[in-house]
């Protein structure tokens, strides 16, 4: 009898296993925003109208603490791709390009027998490294030619990794429906300064909030349409922060972290919240787990397949960020930051306090009412005005209770240990990318594909030295 029963149990698992050989690999949707603060989203407690956002984080997982390595698109869609930090893979300042040899998405499913195509922003380099299957219209993803691929795939029983890259929200803000959002009514956080012209951006930044959101929508009747649903693992993303103070090119949470939610009927439970901290860099080895492949160990990040089921909770203790302004626009001549952050802290370093922080940012119309009502005598005007513009050596926020970081802890005793134990992480995560601070820094500019560009102010300065 126990004979029989053994016999049985091989039986069934030998099934089970012809089963999970034959089963279809399954495709990949991933749909990215640009410029998108997460807090902004519905689902995530904002107050942009996002119905396809929301009505698919009930139909899956919808991650609290999902974070990018870096405030700023092109180190972001390297970041990706790749599966690697940005110093590591040399994309670290914004219009950049990775080292030659660097393996992306596209090397690894590939050999899987997946097709993987791009459709929308690009914003990476170079060609070799990212050979995707593009379109787009207008930098934005093109629904026909989506329609398209994934009819023939469909019809092929090929499996596909798409990436929908979006160009909304970020300026100029000119798509959607702003009358949706009154400039007198809608809610500003609390470290912005109160402006019209703020108040005008804003209905024109939520307006294209909910313009992705429609694109999100598409995307989603399009795998409907195909019959291809089910079996794709579908991943919405809201990138860094937007272009308003505080947020992007910062690495401040509103910089750094990111909407992420994630559907696979039958594999993701729906309606599900999952409190892990996970990175950009885990997405391309979930694919390659996914797809039934072995990632890499070149890759940096770890595939999520174990919180995506629900055997895990936790994914990783720290998640890093790293911004440098050399060489972007407006930017300061230099001015990098690192940051590490766990579940209840944030730890920062500014490499050049003495230097001012500048970016895009600080030359907008928006930044400049509030400089207007700064010198008209207005006292949170001004404080946050030089606040922005001038950052300390070092910052430290109970992220848990202080969401705006506006609490710099850095210089309280009572949590020396706590930034003495971050700051060792920080400093081993940085030897172990080969990030050598402000050297790196400096080095910014030989790591963009317009190599050698040089800030305004270093070019003012050598006209100056000509002149003399």
């Known amino acids: 009898m126990l004979t029989h029963l053994v016999r049985s149990l091989l039986f069934v698992l030998l099934l089970s296993a012809v089963a999970t050989a034959t089963s279809p690999k399954p ?73 030659a040899g660097t393996k992306s998405v596209v090397h690894y499913l590939k050999p899987l027998g997946y097709r993987v195509a791009l459709s929308g922003k690009r914003h990476i380099s170079p060609a070799d490294v990212f050979p995707f299957e593009y379109s787009a219209v ?26 929908a890259c979006s160009n909304e929200p970020h300026s100029p803000w000119n798509k959607g429906d702003a009358s949706r959002y009154p400039p007198e009514k ?70 750094l972290q990111s909407a992420c939610i994630v559907r696979w009927p039958g594999h993701v439970q729906p309606g599900s919240l999952s409190e892990a901290l996970i990175e950009y860099i885990d997405f391309l080895p979930t694919f390659v787990d996914a797809a039934g492949g072995k990632p890499a160990k070149a890759l940096q990040g770890r595939s999520l397949l174990p919180v995506l089921s629900g055997d895990k909770t936790r994914h990783k203790d720290f998640v890093y960020g790293e911004m440098t302004t050399r060489g972007i626009i407006n930017g300061s001549t230099h001015f990098g930051i690192r940051s590490i952050r766990s579940e209840r802290y944030k730890y920062i370093v500014n490499f050049t ?49 202080d969401w705006y970081e506006w609490h710099n802890l850095a210089e309280d ?43 305004k102010a270093e070019n003012t300065k050598k006209k100056r030295n000509k002149k003399k």
């Open 413 to 455: 005793p009572k949590f020396a240990d706590i930034k003495a134990e971050l700051r060792t992480q920080l400093d081993k995560w940085m030897t172990a990318q080969g990030d050598l601070g402000q050297a790196t820094e400096l080095a910014a500019l030989d790591h963009q594909v317009r190599g050698g560009r040089e800030s």
């Open 353 to 401: 306090p003495d230097v001012e922080f500048t970016n895009a940012c600080t030359s907008s119309a928006a930044f400049r009412s509030w400089e207007e009502k700064a010198n008209a005598g207005d006292a949170d005007a001004a404080h946050k005005v030089h606040r922005y513009f001038h950052r300390p050596a070092e910052e430290l926020y109970a992220v848990t209770e």
């Open 186 to 255: 809608v809610k500003l956080p609390p470290y912005f300064v109160d402006t019209e012209k703020t108040r005008s951006d804003m209905s024109a930044y939520l307006a294209e909030i909910t313009y992705y959101d429609w694109q999100v929508g598409e995307c989603l009747k399009l795998l409907d349409k195909h019959g291809v649903a089910d079996n794709t693992l579908v991943i919405v993303v809201s990138e860094q922060g937007s272009s308003f103070p505080f947020g992007k090119w910062t690495c401040y949470d509103t910089g």
């Open 138 to 163: 207008d930098n934005n993803p093109d629904l026909e030619a989506i329609d398209s691929f994934m009819a023939e795939c469909a019809t092929s029983d090929t499996p596909f990794c798409l990436f």
């Open 27 to 99: 495709n990949f949707l991933f749909i990215i925003a640009d410029d998108c603060t997460f807090r902004d989203i519905g689902c995530y407690g904002g107050q942009a109208h996002t119905p396809n956002i929301d009505r698919l984080a009930s139909e899956g997982m919808r991650f609290k603490q999902c974070f990018q390595s870096a405030p700023m698109c092109s180190p972001t869609r390297h970041n990706i791709y790749t599966g690697l930090y940005p110093v590591k893979s040399g994309a670290y300042p914004n219009h950049t390009f990775v080292k």
